[in-house]
């Protein structure tokens, strides 16, 4: 990969307030947190990751309203390798994400010729097929009844900062990936398919390797999640695991590193805040949270966070 710029300009203001952040929550436990705050915050980071990979996608002008599939392939694929053949659960892991990544480059193959919205239904209806799978599979998967999964770690802590470490290696690739020649070919793409074409842009190519990339991320959420919560079932390909990456993504500001992360925040806080009142309820309250952030902050709530720190400089 070519990257454009060298070690000093990549450590920008807001590289270096991103640094500040990760020393801020790494410290977090030494103010010996309730057991619950620290199960959200490793719930926030793995939600990071996984609405970082699908913010990859759109980065590119794709869309997926099925992303679940890949998160459910990384969880099954981690798990099913240590259960049934002995595989070391961090090997499992990678294997995870590699087995989302190749079923994203399989689908991304004979889909990203198509527009935006056609690729979204394609990989709802993946997303469909893969739960129906799993569910004739019962005799492994155990269909919708589920099966128990081998811990990873020991302690909550040690799931935090593992969760800590994942996020930011996940960003810095991103990152990396956005800052590059690549990245510049992604910008060209979303903004005008045609047009990057005209210049000897390989659009294909290049949508093919964000799609592949964002199935691997989300493959890696779905194996470390199930590790997390201990537990799998059919229920990680339902469309509220879809639907979230991208509600979090529009709400923290599409297209940029820190929306998925401020959106993953906003979003799991207002979820667990409503947590008295059903699940349905609390999607309808949330599709209206949604609906007003697009209306009045159409670049997401990054933004509006941007707009604050610069009026403070002043």
């Given amino acids: 990969m070519n990257i454009l710029l060298g070690v000093g300009d990549i450590i920008t203001p807001k590289v270096s307030a991103s640094i500040l952040v990760l020393i801020i929550v790494s410290i977090i436990p030494i103010l010996q947190p309730s057991e619950y705050v620290l199960h959200i915050l490793i719930l926030m980071g793995i939600y990071t990751i996984y609405s970082s990979s699908w913010n990859l996608l759109a980065y590119t002008g794709q869309a997926s309203l099925g992303h679940s599939a890949f998160l459910g392939l990384g969880g099954y694929t981690s798990s099913l390798l240590v259960i049934k053949v002995g595989v070391d659960p961090w090997l499992s892991l990678l294997a995870g994400g590699v087995s989302a990544a190749a079923a994203g480059f399989l689908i991304g193959l004979t889909c990203v010729r198509l527009r935006e919205w056609f690729l979204a239904m394609v990989t709802f209806g993946f997303a469909v097929i893969a739960e129906t799978a799993v569910m004739a599979l019962d005799w492994i998967t155990q269909g919708a009844t589920g099966y128990a999964t081998p811990s990873l770690l020991h302690t909550r802590l040690q799931y935090y900062y ?68 201990g537990y799998i079932s059919n229920e990680i390909f339902s469309f509220h695991h879809s639907f979230m990456p991208l509600i979090m993504s529009v709400t923290g500001g599409l297209n940029t590193i820190t929306g998925p ?29 949604l609906t007003l952030v697009v209306i009045f902050m159409p670049k997401g709530l990054h933004s509006v966070a941007l707009r604050v720190i610069r009026s403070l400089r002043v």
Avoid: C, D
Avoid at 162 to 186: C, K, N, Q, Y
Avoid at 208 to 222: K, N, P, V, Y
């Fill in 162 to 229: 593992t969760t800590l470490a994942l996020v930011a290696v996940s960003l810095i690739i991103i990152f990396l990936v956005i800052r590059s020649r690549v990245g510049l070919a992604f910008s060209a793409i979303r903004e005008n398919q045609l047009e990057a074409e005209g210049m000897g842009i390989n659009t294909v190519k290049y949508k093919l390797f964000a799609f592949t990339l964002s199935s691997f991320f989300a493959g890696i959420a779905g194996g470390f999640l199930v590790y997390y919560i």
């Fill in 261 to 289: 992360i401020v959106g993953s925040i906003i979003i799991l806080s207002i979820w667990e805040a409503l947590k008295i009142i059903n699940p349905i309820h609390r999607m309808i309250a949330i599709g209206v949270f």
